[in-house]
């Protein structure tokens, strides 16, 4: 299978292995591109980013693609400082998850990108384009990946 170069793409190829992990993860949703609606928690949702292509060589396209996953916890029943800390714990899990095959290689042996990486973590966001009356904390982890696309 050639590199994943594609927003689309990379999205769903998050999305299947996370909800293939999600029993061991804790998870009991996996969306993707902004869902509102979030039928179990935890949950994970996982949303395309910046996309950047620039000549690498001959013949060849380096891809920069850059993935934000929003983790909501949401166990009302623990304090708030209990929320924090499970937030956290839950985002390090899937972290580590993420960060098991840097290459996300498939069932041929195939590498779908050169290199894929967890580059930040911001725990205490609001969850994105929601309106001022439905304020939903989250942590947002950010994946970097490069790909290469030959022409």
């Given amino acids: 299978m050639a590199q994943i170069t594609a927003s689309w793409r990379m999205v769903e190829m998050v999305a299947e292995r996370l909800n293939q992990k999600s029993g061991p993860l804790g998870l009991k949703f996996v969306g993707e591109y902004g ?87 911001e725990p205490g966001l609001l969850q994105p384009d929601v309106r001022k009356s439905a304020v939903v904390i989250c942590t947002r982890l950010t994946w970097r990946a490069i790909s290469q696309r030959r022409f």
């Fill in 35 to 121: 869902e509102k609606i979030i039928p179990a928690y935890p949950a994970v949702v996982v949303v395309p980013g910046p996309r950047a292509k620039t000549l690498h060589g001959t013949h060849t396209f380096q891809v920069a693609l850059e993935l934000a996953l929003y983790i909501y916890h949401a166990d009302l029943t623990l304090r708030k400082r209990e929320r924090s800390k499970a937030d956290l714990q839950l985002a390090e899990r899937v972290e580590t998850e993420m960060e098991s095959d840097f290459r996300w290689v498939d069932e041929d042996g195939g590498a779908r990108v050169i290199h894929g990486y967890i580059a930040s973590e």
